[in-house]
């Protein structure tokens, strides 16, 4: 496996950034960890004449919270997201799943804006993102900035609504509502994960208010199953247990696995509605602890 030559930009800016993508075309490419980007050149899947090396900007990487605001600057790495003592903290569903993320290998040099933007459907970060009701910034040449939600971020497989001379400047994750517990599970049998799952769910008065069920790997997109949403809220402690097998079948019977290494159609679709059940009802369990005098 060898790279093909090309050129390295290293730009100072976003603005600079995005100039030298409006420029270059399709022979320009954003350039950050380098971990997907890098492999499937050597892989001959892709192939750029520039590339854009958008690590060395200053303060593109910044991690801050304004309000109950989250900002995740992109070229932040899986590692400082983990560490982030204020996501520690405010957003702790948010760092133990990115603990799970590859490998601290991968983890210290990969991006959270590489991750959504190479829009691999193995990913942690957009199932459990979608379930945060996070929003991305995009920046493009002009300067003009459009926030975009995560639900109509990813458009299919290594597909999101990015333009040529676009890139994700941050990702903005808002604070859980008060009593609202997150838990991300996956299943893994290679390297990256073939179902995840996350769930929030907020109880408040012994009832169950909100919940989000975020299934993603198992298609070419992250998807909200708003009907086992639907049927959780309103429910008290006493009727979890069954409300739980509604989730599992509604899963099932809403998620669109593509058959891979991981398995058949059937098989994935099964893993999705076991996996939900599962998560669905470890979060609730906790948020109904959790939301005792709330
Ligand atoms: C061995 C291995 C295991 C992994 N396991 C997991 C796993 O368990 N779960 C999981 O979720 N992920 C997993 N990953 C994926 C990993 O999270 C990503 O590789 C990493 O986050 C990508 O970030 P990067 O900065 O290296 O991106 P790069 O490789 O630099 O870029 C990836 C793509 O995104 C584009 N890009 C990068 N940044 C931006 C930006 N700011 N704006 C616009 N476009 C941009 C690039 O042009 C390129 O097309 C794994 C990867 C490896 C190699």
Same mark, same amino acid.
């Given at each position: 496996m060898k790279l093909p030559p090309f050129a390295m930009h290293r730009p100072s800016s976003v603005s600079e950034a995005t100039k030298y993508l409006r420029e270059f075309g399709d022979?320009?490419?954003? &350039?950050?960890?380098?971990? =997907?980007?890098? %492999?499937?050149?050597?892989?001959?899947?892709?192939?750029f004449d520039h590339l854009?090396?958008?690590? @060395? #900007?200053?303060? %593109? !990487?910044?991690?801050?919270?304004?309000? =109950?605001? %989250?900002?995740? !600057?992109?070229?932040?790495?899986? @590692?400082?997201?983990?560490? +982030? @003592?204020?996501?520690t903290q405010r957003w702790p569903g948010l760092a133990a799943m990115t603990r799970q993320v590859a490998n601290v290998r991968v983890r210290n040099v990969g991006t959270l804006g590489g991750n959504l933007a190479f829009a691999d459907p193995a990913s942690d970060p957009a199932t459990f993102l979608l379930a945060s009701d996070a929003l991305i910034d995009i920046r493009n040449a002009d300067g003009e900035l459009r926030q975009v939600p995560i639900s109509e971020f990813h458009i299919g497989a290594y597909q999101t609504v990015l333009g040529e001379s676009e890139l994700i400047e941050a990702i903005l994750v808002p604070e859980p509502a008060a009593g609202t517990t997150v838990v991300h599970e996956r299943i893994r049998f290679h390297e990256r994960p073939a179902v995840t799952v996350t769930v929030a769910g907020t109880v408040r008065e012994g009832? #169950? #208010?909100?919940v989000k069920i975020a299934v993603g790997s198992v298609g070419s997109v992250p998807i909200r199953i708003v009907e086992a949403e639907a049927r959780l809220r309103g429910i008290e402690q006493g009727s979890l247990e069954s409300?739980? @097998?509604?989730?599992?079948?509604?899963?099932?019977?809403?998620? =669109?696995?593509? =058959?891979?290494? +991981?398995?058949?159609?059937? &098989?994935?679709?099964?893993?999705?509605?076991?996996?939900? !059940?599962?998560?669905?009802g470890q979060c609730l369990r906790q948020a109904f602890d959790a939301g005792v005098g709330l």
């Open positions: 022979g320009g490419v954003v &350039y950050c960890g380098g971990t =997907e980007l890098l %492999l499937v050149m050597k892989l001959g899947l892709s192939d854009v090396d958008i690590k @060395r #900007i200053p303060g %593109l !990487g910044t991690i801050s919270v304004t309000g =109950e605001t %989250l900002r995740i !600057g992109a070229t932040a790495t899986h @590692r400082e997201i983990e560490t +982030n @003592r204020e996501i009832t #169950i #208010i909100d409300a739980l @097998r509604d989730t599992t079948e509604a899963v099932e019977a809403t998620v =669109e696995p593509v =058959e891979d290494l +991981n398995g058949s159609v059937e &098989y994935k679709r099964h893993l999705a509605g076991v996996l939900a !059940g599962r998560a669905a």
